[in-house]
């Protein structure tokens, strides 16, 4: 059996994109067929077997797009296995502790049975788009944070859960 998942994305300057195509590389390095696609152009869930949905945090917020997808796709998205990560601190905190979800990212996965949520470092650095971005960077509080081992250790459990039988 082949199971097809979606890496569903919000991000705003293409951080929460690269570790959605880190997930999506492990899944496919382990036998799974994987399809990373913007949040914003997912017409349809119905084709997948199973759901990872990232947003990057901004403000204490989920990225629009994945609130949105959320939203949009919640009746098919209850019917299959769904993950969520989050993307943001802009330090080592994602990778010194568990960082719980957001309150509005906490109600989605309530609503939809959502497996299992993670929080990763957030990357932020020159050329961001958005005043406060790079306010932020000019500040010298940007940098990259993501820790891809622990995305590629994420994701691998996230197939470990979809293979086992």
Same mark, same amino acid.
């Given at each position: 059996m082949?199971?097809?998942v979606?890496v569903?994305?919000?991000s ?12 999506a590389?492990?899944?496919?390095k382990?036998?799974?067929? *994987?399809?990373t696609?913007?949040?914003?152009s =997912?017409?349809?869930? +119905?084709?997948?077997?199973? =759901? =990872?949905?990232?947003?990057? !945090? ?7 797009d ?11 998205? +209850?019917?299959r296995?769904?993950?969520f ?7 080592a905190?994602a ?10 990212v906490?109600?989605?996965m =309530?609503?939809?049975?959502?497996r ?9 650095e ?17 940098g ?7 995305i590629?250790?994420? *994701?691998?459990?996230?197939v470990?859960? !979809? +293979?086992?039988v």
């Amino acid at each position: 059996m082949t199971c097809t998942v979606l890496v569903a994305y919000g991000s705003k300057n293409g951080s929460t994109a690269q570790i959605a195509e880190a997930v999506a590389d492990v899944l496919r390095k382990d036998g799974l067929t *994987a399809e990373t696609l913007s949040a914003r152009s =997912v017409a349809s869930v +119905t084709s997948y077997d199973a =759901v =990872v949905v990232g947003g990057g !945090l901004y403000a204490g917020r989920w990225h629009r797009d994945a609130q949105r997808f959320v939203r949009r796709h919640r009746r098919e998205l +209850t019917k299959r296995p769904v993950w969520f990560f989050s993307s943001g601190p802009l330090d080592a905190s994602a990778s010194e502790r568990d960082i719980p979800p957001v309150p509005g990212v906490k109600r989605a996965m =309530v609503r939809l049975g959502v497996r299992e949520h993670v929080t990763f470092g957030g990357c932020l650095e020159e050329g961001a788009k958005g005043r406060v971005a790079r306010m932020i960077v000019r500040s010298g509080r940007g940098g990259d944070f993501r820790d891809f081992d622990a995305i590629e250790a994420w *994701a691998a459990g996230v197939v470990h859960a !979809l +293979t086992r039988v």
